[in-house]
């Protein structure tokens, strides 16, 4: 067990989430334990608290608090697996993959596998699942995004620092596009407008987050409610009781 330690951001660690940047130092220790630290106020940026989302800039100081020592190492094989991942899994999470160069992985999320640990959702996570994507790196490959669990879609994975950090700007400065496709019960009208809801967090059922909904003349007043805002456009339609249609989130809320 290490004791208290502050360390300052270089220029080069700068620009990305605290999590990342604490995992890149303590490779042993899970999100969850990270979450955890932020969470009561053990792992702090500035003398502040924080989230592990929090995005630390050259020259912050992080207090770091006594963290425990990795286990013993394991003998190495040519592919390094974590302690989640077996056969199965690796087969699972390697035939997702849609696209792969240089810098990036393109990764076809099943619906049910949450993009990253954390409370309620088990070990079992892509981010757990990456050391069967490193292809011959040195290093895993990063999330630079996140999908809901029961979201299926394409999710994109860094293979360096640098385009991590790159592409994490990108989707911060929403200079990204993201379209969900989505079968809805009923067919929209207008078949093309904007939705203009508030979203506050309602609990957890059955190991999932759940959001609650709320009109926009009760926003102000509902505590914790955030504005949600998503353009959308009507594809297709089967008569009056199923329609396909795109969603562009122009804010990003949890599960909007």
């Given amino acids: 067990m290490s004791g208290v330690q502050t360390i300052q951001v270089t220029e080069e660690d700068g620009e990305q989430r605290l999590d990342r940047w604490l995992r890149k130092r303590f490779p042993h220790v899970s999100q969850v334990a990270i979450e955890k630290l932020c969470r009561t106020g053990q792992l702090r ?24 020592e990795p286990g013993p190492a394991r003998e190495r094989s040519e592919r390094p697996l ?9 087969q699972m999470i390697q035939e997702a993959v849609l696209w792969k160069d240089d810098h990036i992985i393109a990764l076809n999320k099943p619906p049910g596998l949450p993009s990253q640990g954390g409370s309620g959702l088990g070990g079992r996570h892509v981010d757990g699942l990456t050391t069967a994507l490193m292809f011959g790196y040195k290093e895993r490959p990063k ?47 207008p078949r093309m407008g904007t939705i203009r809801y508030g979203l506050v ?6 190991g999932d ?3 609650i909904a709320v009109h926009p003349r009760d926003i102000d007043k509902t505590e914790g409610a955030k504005r949600a805002t998503t353009d959308y456009a009507v594809l297709d339609a089967l008569g009056t009781r199923t329609s396909w249609c795109a969603l562009v989130p122009i804010t990003g809320r949890t599960h909007q």
């Fill in 45 to 68: 940026v500035d003398g502040g608290r924080v989230k592990g989302a929090t995005r630390v800039q050259p020259g912050q100081e992080i207090r770091i608090p006594p963290m425990p």
């Fill in 82 to 90: 974590g302690p989640q991942v077996n056969d199965a899994d690796v």
């Fill in 143 to 189: 999330l630079v995004h996140r999908l809901d669990k029961n979201t299926s879609g394409i999710l994109l994975l860094a293979r360096t620092d640098r385009i991590a950090r790159a592409l994490s700007e990108a989707f911060r400065l929403r200079s990204t596009r993201k379209i969900y496709w989505a079968a809805v019960a009923g067919v929209p009208h």
């Fill in 201 to 206: 967090k309602g609990g957890h059922r059955g």
């Fill in 209 to 211: 987050e759940k959001m």
